[in-house]
């Protein structure tokens, strides 16, 4: 009998009498362990009402690691394989956030293990419209991860925090639908990632919709560079309000209401807009009776020749009809990702990148 059997027995307070087993597959074996995680954490107190990161990511992680799964080897297909199988729905709060935990911890374990064989975990996933709400939620341990066609609450959120961690390299969200429908989920409006120590090299998120009750609050994303392509949300406002950015790119992802602060120097703000009938009224930089400083920015809409822009200290700003000639390049890139997907964007992202450095 394996160990994992045993611990499985253990788990659910059964003594293994010896008798061979026969051997389940990798995705039976990760199903019955999140059921016997539930069993275990699913009416836990802490979970709903403790620290999400103390009182249910480290336990259930430590756990899964050290015992249940120790000594079972999963892959990235056997990762995606179970969150398909394993949309949370039809659950309570709690055990959906217990589901949402256990798919972290699995995301952190094989990140780890990979990592220690000189391994990347590039981790792709399209829901094709699941709903599971907590997905990934605060997976400590992440390199490269991409989450497609899903709905549901804290999808993604407060992932690769580990400063001793090695730098998460990509997280992307496209075509999500986020929300805070429950009023038990905090505020699931976007990518929240990484620490101040150690920041994620790139997030993007692409043709997504945000919804929240007052305005849509991108908050505590520490990463290098940030690109948020074709998104809207509900209502038409939108605060970015991130740390560690050096590059903050919205293309046509513009409200009538932006606000940006970046709790520090911004290398590139780029504000595009070619969204016929969706107007930028006013950017605002102010935080906390600081304005945000920016090196270089950025400003167009096609809609709106004269976007307001106030409580900004900005070293070389562009906007309006200059904008429009000097970085047409850039516009009429910008115009062709509308209802663009993902693989289209990226590429269209990774040109722009390639063409602005060069000038």
């Known amino acids: 009998m394996n160990q994992t059997n045993l611990s499985l027995k253990k788990l659910k307070g059964i003594k293994p009498k010896g008798v061979k087993i026969k051997p389940s597959s990798t995705l039976e074996t990760l199903s019955t ?24 990511f480290v336990p259930i992680c430590n756990y899964v690691e050290s015992d249940l799964l120790k000594d079972v080897e999963f892959t990235e297909l056997d990762l995606e394989t179970f969150v398909l199988a394993k949309p949370n729905q039809d659950y309570s709060v709690r055990v959906s956030k217990v589901i949402g935990f256990y798919t972290s911890a699995l995301l952190s374990i094989l990140t780890k293990r990979n990592s220690k064989k000189g391994k990347r975990t590039k981790l792709r996933i399209d829901g094709s419209g699941l709903t599971s709400d907590c997905l990934f939620h605060y997976a400590g341990h992440v390199d490269e991860l991409i989450l497609e066609n899903f709905s549901g609450g804290n999808i993604g959120r407060h992932i690769a925090p580990n400063k001793d961690q090695e730098q998460a390299k990509l997280i992307a969200f496209a075509n999500v639908q986020t929300s805070n429908s429950y009023s038990f989920f905090d505020d699931a409006s976007g990518i929240v990632c990484g620490s101040f120590q150690n920041p994620v090299e790139m997030i993007c998120s692409i043709n997504s919709i945000y919804k929240r009750e007052h305005s849509i609050d991108f908050s505590s994303a520490h990463a290098l560079e940030a690109w948020y392509v074709n998104n809207w949300s509900e209502p038409d406002k939108m605060r970015f309000h991130m740390y560690c950015v050096n590059d903050l790119w919205l293309l046509n992802s513009s409200t009538s209401v932006l606000k940006i602060n970046a709790r520090g120097l911004l290398d590139n703000l780029v504000i595009i807009n070619t969204v016929p009938n969706k107007t930028i ?23 709106n020749p004269e976007v307001g822009i106030k409580n900004f200290e900005v070293e070389n700003l562009i906007s309006g009809k200059n904008a429009l000639n000097q970085f047409k390049y850039l516009i009429d890139i910008v115009k062709t990702m509308q209802n663009q997907n993902y693989d289209e964007t990226m590429n269209n992202i990774n040109q722009i990148k390639s063409i602005y450095r060069k000038k």
């Open 281 to 303: 009224d006013y950017i605002d930089g102010e935080d906390l009776d600081n304005s945000q400083k920016v090196k270089n920015m950025i400003v167009y809409d096609v809609n």
């Open 33 to 56: 362990v999140c059921d016997l995680l539930i069993d275990k954490y699913g009416e836990d107190h802490g979970i709903m009402w403790g620290n999400a990161v103390d009182d249910g």
